[in-house]
């Protein structure tokens, strides 16, 4: 047996939990049933829904036979009904197909419904009491932690390297105890939040906790790449300094901050000019700078700054509500005087630099 087994086994004998309903008159119907209820729910919730269950479904003949409608009422309160709809479908297969009795082979397991490769090992490790991995929410969490196991479970890679190292811990003698202790560790010492590694049998050679990054694993599902878009941003500026800033609406991305003419990446600097009211002889000079990225909660937006320095005060360059040329005296200072977006600030700042560039 190799040490991680031995070790989780004499901590079970000691410290492990044996009075769990489930843990009693153990049939691979009651583990199953257990097993499902326990997928999303913590046990403390469980133990009453089981008990109620149990009782008025004994067995998987009683289950099969009720209505389901009376199955999905034991199940109210738990939630994820799917699950009792799986159960109660499962049941009559094995009546019909099993004569009542739960198949011993993995893959005939498997093939119920709402029966994964998880739930098919602890029917079979726990009730029938023959070797077979398991790898639920608990084990999972434990494995990562010890074997510190980067990326998400989700992934197929990462779920090949668990269900591995699963197999290779899973001991053939005392396979029931095992998979109690494995997952008992999970929910009682090695948990989600503060893991208790002091009292824990495997600390001496976890991984994460040697390297003190328990809390980094597993790591979680990676956040869904966010779209990329792209605006160009014209920075407009006059001999004076000042700098053309046009007000954001209110319901807007922007919130009435001020921000150079955002426009479409397409925009060319003549057809913005036009758009102004100015006339090519007013330009002294077109800069256009590379992209930076400004990140917002739900996209990227590349933002490529087009430097446009007029020459001459054009003729159109009255104020008006959502408009306004503003020396640096009166954007310095930044968000203290004006609400100026972050892109804006960066903007403005960079004014000196394309200054620099263009006459060096
Ligand atoms: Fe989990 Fe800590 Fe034990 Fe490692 S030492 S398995 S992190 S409880």
Redesign the pocket.
Known sequence: MDWFATRLLAWFDVSGRKDLPWQQDITPYRVWVSEIMLQQTQVATVIGYYQRFMERFPDVASLARADLDEVLHHWTGLGYYARARNLHKAAQRIVSEYNAEFPLALDALEDLPGIGRSTAGAISAIAHRRRAAILDGNVK??LC??HAVSGYPGTTSVARTLWEKADEHTPEARVADYTQAIMD?GAT??TRRN???DA????ER?K??AAGT?ED?PERKPSKAKPERHARFFVATLASGAVLLEQQPLDGLWGGLWNPPQRALETEPETFIEEMGWTPDDVERIHIAPAFRHTFTHFHLHIEPVYVHLAREPRLVADTAEQRWLVPDEWQGGNERLGLSKPAVRLLASLADDFTLQTS
């Open positions: 969490r434990v932690r010890f560790l010492v090695c893991p208790n590694c824990c049998p495997v600390a976890c994460a906790y328990a694993y």
